[in-house]
């Protein structure tokens, strides 16, 4: 089967694959939806993310689909299950994961193979069935939600707090939907591209900001009574858009930073701001324990305004391309 390698920067080809022998714990999912990540963009550009890689790197994390063959070991899944999966769980043994910290465990893994492909292979406990009322279309922002989840379980939201959401790609507009539906009485999106802002509209945002344009430390202000917001996400990954959230949480407030940075991006703040302001930073890091809740809320909210494209998974490059121009919400690819 053909299937998507990265080689290097700006380097994907397909590549002709057997698939792979599944172990005992091991699933294969046929793909019928696979969507691409910000990270994935992010790599394609040669952005190193972790560590360097040594030798092609499998494309594709986020999916849905049908399992279609099992390992010996399997117990909680059948043939036929529609499902999605998360690429990493905790591993369960180290002192983390034995310690009630999974979520912190480092030696994550589950996903043996890309899903830019016409099925991956994935340990069973890092698949999750999808009920009827999730499309697989649906059902294969699963994993992006789930971390939008875990951002707002970072945050420690409390109803009725301001929010803003500093910029407003595929993970931004996850966490402000999930920001509001989970209590902000008001949530503020600051995007320099207009495709993004109208979407953060569609979504239900209050208050949408063009920062190339607009000063957002003055309008987040005019909205919050002069105080600034309660909560902030940062979900760019630059340290200008990090030291912007910061600059506008109210005193007290939280910012969570949901970007990946460049591993070299270093960043200034003002030191004695952590004193007057009393801020909370707090880094998030995708969606541990969230995945439930996010199938829960693919149920009951409306995120088709998101997904914007869809392209044969064939057409990778032209779909990373057109998500690398900022003009697209998620993109999603299919076999
Ligand atoms: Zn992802
Ligand atoms: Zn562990």
């Known amino acids: ?51 360097a890689a040594t030798e092609p790197v499998a494309l594709g994390h986020e999916f849905a689909g049908r399992v279609v063959e099992i390992g010996s070991a399997v117990t909680t899944l059948a043939v036929g299950d529609r499902v999605t999966a998360i690429p990493n769980t905790p591993c369960g043994t180290c002192g983390f994961c034995r310690s009630g910290r999974g979520y912190a465990c480092q030696n994550r893994g589950g996903l043996r193979s890309g899903s830019w492909a016409p099925s991956c292979v994935i ?10 009322a999730v499309s697989d279309r649906i059902g294969s922002l699963t994993e992006p939600l789930a971390c939008a989840v875990r951002a707002v379980d ?7 707090d301001r929010v803003c959401v500093v910029g407003g790609g595929p993970i931004g507009l996850f966490v402000a939907a999930v920001a509001k539906a989970s209590g902000a009485s008001a949530v503020i999106v600051s995007e320099p591209r207009a495709y993004r802002r109208d979407l953060a509209r569609a979504l239900g945002a209050a208050l ?15 909205a919050t009574d002069g105080l600034g917001a309660d909560v902030v996400f ?60 996010a199938i ?6 409306d995120f088709e305004p998101i997904i914007t494209h869809a392209f044969p998974v064939g057409r990778a490059v032209e779909a ?5 121009t900022g003009n697209a919400g998620k993109i999603l690819l299919k076999p």
């Open 1 to 51: 089967m053909q299937c998507a390698y990265l080689f290097g920067p700006r380097d994907l080809r397909f590549v002709e694959r057997e698939p792979l022998a599944l172990r005992p714990e091991d699933v294969r999912v046929e793909v019928a939806c696979s969507g691409i990540c910000g990270t994935d963009l992010h790599v394609f550009s040669g952005m190193v993310f972790g560590r």
């Open 123 to 132: 340990r069973e406990q890092n698949v999750f069935r999808l009920p009827d």
């Open 154 to 160: 970072r945050a420690g939201l409390r109803s009725g």
């Open 208 to 222: 949408v900001v063009d920062p190339t344009s607009e000063d957002l430390g003055s309008l987040v202000r005019d």
């Open 234 to 293: 940062e979900a760019v990954g630059h340290p200008k858009t990090i030291e912007a959230a910061i600059s506008v949480a109210a005193p007290g407030g939280t910012v969570v930073v949901v970007g990946v940075t460049d591993a070299a991006a270093q960043l200034t703040m003002p030191g004695q701001e952590l004193f007057h302001r009393e801020l909370t930073i707090r880094g998030t890091r995708g969606p541990t324990f969230a995945v439930p809740r």
């Open 296 to 301: 829960r809320w693919l149920a009951t909210l």
């Open 320 to 324: 990373i391309e057109l998500g690398l």
